[in-house]
């Protein structure tokens, strides 16, 4: 187990020593996933569907298009001790939205040795991101900011560094449909071993619409709203493949389907095309006029497990 947790570091994070000294793939694979499980349960396809305080992450712009202010919670366990933990606060006042979060994922329990034989203590790989925001509504668009500030860690090796992520949004029909572009992770870090880590760049278009809503023959009082959203995204950067280890940046897109019962109790599934490794998300949700209580489950392919995501969020 240890030597697959090993080799699932190198190429899910992206940022050991190995890759350091082979110039290729990028780091901070957290910030490819979304923070909290609403995202997660739509395989990310949400650059067009506001997330409360996890917007800082996928499109800021959506900051401001939220109908209240929230604070978001979000924790993620992901193959034996890997975890994602997030926790956010978006703060609406009239056509301004400012934003603060904190989004760190860390794995623990990699022995350590100088020499063949017992191992030294055991170190843990970790990334961090504290992060504030701000979104405007101009009327006839909605313009936000994101910066970042970053550290990562590796046994005793340490880097720091920023990044910016700058977004735009627009809705249309009383909010049935809006759409998103977002440019994502622009910036850069201090050198970990040898080497500055790359960041995961990443250009993303998306649309969200409320496509029809129906009640069931024998129960007229349970509307049933479906929701479909889609996201196209262009990774800026090369990235070391997660299964087979090849460098690529090709596009992909992501497809997300909502099913909101009586305004009460919402279904969620997502897909995304090509050989990746996160190709389908499920998810549930309880929404209420104060707090929402979501969950997702995100299968991953090529026997690296599954990811399980409990998330809460406040409205005020």
Known sequence: MRLFLTSFAVFLMNSSIMAQSSSIGTGFYMLENAPTPAGLALNEAVTAVPQGAASLYLNPALLVLNTTSSIDIGYSSWME?????????????????????????????????????????????????LTAGLAYDLDFISLGFTGQYLNEENAQFQASGYAFNFGAARDFFDSKLTTGLSVLNIGKLDELFNEATSLPELLRMGVSLDLFEFAPPKNSDLPVLVRL????????????????????????????????????????????????????????????????????????????????????????
């Open 81 to 129: 001790e890997s975890n994602y933990i997030f926790g956010g606060a978006n703060f609406i006042n009239g056509k301004r939205a400012f934003s603060l979060g904190v989004y760190n994922s860390r794995i623990d329990g990699f022995e350590q040795r100088t020499i063949p034989g017992a191992a030294n203590g055991e170190f843990a790989i970790s990334y961090l991101s």
């Open 229 to 316: 959203s889609s996201d196209y995204v262009r990774p800026l950067n090369d990235r070391e493949s997660l299964h087979d280890g090849e460098v690529q940046n090709d596009p992909y897109f992501n497809f997300g389907l909502r099913l909101n019962f009586a305004e009460v109790l919402e279904l969620s599934s997502g897909f995304r095309t090509g050989e990746r490794a996160k190709q389908f998300s499920f998810g549930a949700g309880i929404v209420t006029d104060l707090i929402n209580v979501n969950y997702a489950y995100v299968p991953y392919r090529f026997g690296f497990g599954s990811l399980n995501s409990i998330g809460l969020q406040y409205k005020f």
